[in-house]
Nanobody, 123 residues
Framework: QVLLVESGGGLVQAGGSLRLSCAAS????????MGWFRQAPGKEREFVAT????????YYAESVKGRLTITRDNAKNTVYLQMNNLKPEDTAVYYC????????????????WGQGTQVTVSS
């Protein structure tokens, strides 16, 4: 069992930065690959980034590559999403998720989900 809680969202102007955090409870955090997804109003859930259990492998949606960076600190049971040069189209609720499977962009493979944190980017 893994409980995930996101934080760090907020309102920023275009070009600004935020760092999202996802704190996990449970003693087996390092056994899970982690991912970030987002969902904007009227749109379906969209893959953002994923990271392997060791942190050795990462994968990003093409739309965020070079601007957003996923990292994890297994000692702190936390995964991060550093968001730079934010754009209005980044506005969404951001969710972190954990999967027993390997790092994946397929949301159906994720076993646990956080409650989400709102990111709003104004122009």
């Amino acid at each position: 069992q893994v409980l995930l809680v996101e934080s760090g969202g907020g309102l920023v102007q275009a070009g600004g930065s935020l760092r999202l955090s996802c704190a996990a409870s449970g003693r087996t955090f390092s056994s899970y690959a982690m991912g970030w997804f987002r969902q904007a109003p009227g749109k379906e859930r969209e893959f953002v980034a994923t990271i392997s259990w060791s942190g050795g492998s990462t994968y990003y949606a093409e739309s965020v590559k070079g601007r957003l960076t996923i990292t994890r600190d297994n000692a702190k049971n936390t995964v991060y999403l550093q968001m730079n040069n934010l754009k209005p189209e980044d506005t969404a609720v951001y969710y972190c998720a954990a999967t027993y499977y390997s790092a994946s962009n397929d949301y159906t493979l994720y076993d646990y989900w956080g409650q989400g944190t709102q990111v709003t980017v104004s122009s």
